[in-house]
């Protein structure tokens, strides 16, 4: 079974502190994807990456930023973390039309 | 840019009864792939069912099958006898076939879903 490991199930951040969410895929996927939950709103896409390296802003990129050094691992950051930053994150690799999430990240900035 | 719309936040129905799910998209595109997912309160999404937009034929998955209406855009989630496990929130989503998928799922705002017992 292909697997999308989150690192933090729950994180509290301060106002301002730079954050990072970290997501690992033990297939060799491709394509990956940080996408943001809250309720009513459904999910919406950050960033994604096809390779090593390659980074695009999806819908809501403002006020976030990735890094794709290795083709396993995708990171979310936030670098000045504020409280409407405060949501559901889901990663998720794909390979074609097969998508695998992780269990998200939900974080609340105080 | 494609827009997927699921018009139900919450719906509501008897264990051992049927209920379905809308969904609605737009897209100017004519291959494409559609799909539902169900998020149980463990926050997995899980893969329910998948169409083809080439595929004339609705997919059935067991107790879950869809209605594909490719002409009005539609398509919705039939579940059949449910379940307590089926209570989770269902989101429907759009895929591109162009650019290999490489730009994600395109999601609807999702449907809670309650099995009263």
């Known amino acids: 079974d292909v697997k999308v490991t989150q690192s933090s199930r729950y994180l509290v951040k301060r106002t301002g502190e730079k954050v990072f969410l970290e997501c690992v895929q033990d297939?060799?996927?491709?394509?990956m994807f940080w996408y943001r939950q809250d309720p009513g709103l459904g999910l919406r896409l950050i960033y994604f990456?096809?390779?090593?390296?390659?980074?695009e802003k999806g819908d809501i990129p403002e006020g976030y930023s990735v890094s794709r050094e290795k083709k396993e691992r995708f990171s979310l950051i936030l670098e000045s973390a504020s409280t409407n930053q405060t949501s559901m994150y889901l990663c998720?690799?794909?390979?074609?039309?097969?998508?695998?999430f992780g269990s998200g990240t939900r974080l609340t900035v105080v | 840019a494609q827009t997927v719309t699921q018009s139900q936040p919450e719906m509501s129905v008897q264990e051992a009864e049927t209920v379905t799910l809308s969904c609605t998209y737009d897209?100017?595109?004519?291959?494409?792939?559609l799909f539902w997912y169900k998020q149980p309160p463990s926050r997995q999404m899980i893969l329910v069912i998948r169409?083809?937009?080439?595929?004339?034929q609705n997919a059935t998955e067991n107790r879950f099958s869809v209605n594909f209406q490719k002409a009005a855009k539609s398509f919705s989630l039939k579940i059949s006898d449910s379940q307590l496990g089926d209570a989770a929130m269902y989101f429907c989503?759009?895929?591109?076939?162009?650019?290999?998928?490489?730009?994600?799922?395109?999601f609807g705002k999702g449907t809670h879903l309650i099995i009263q017992p």
């Open positions: 998720a690799s794909a390979i074609n039309y097969g998508y695998t």
């Open positions: 297939m060799d996927h491709e394509n």
């Open positions: 990456s096809y390779d090593v390296k390659m980074k």
């Open positions: 897209t100017s595109e004519s291959d494409y792939y």
């Open positions: 169409q083809e937009a080439y595929k004339q």
């Open positions: 989503a759009y895929r591109s076939v162009a650019g290999g998928g490489a730009d994600g799922l395109t």
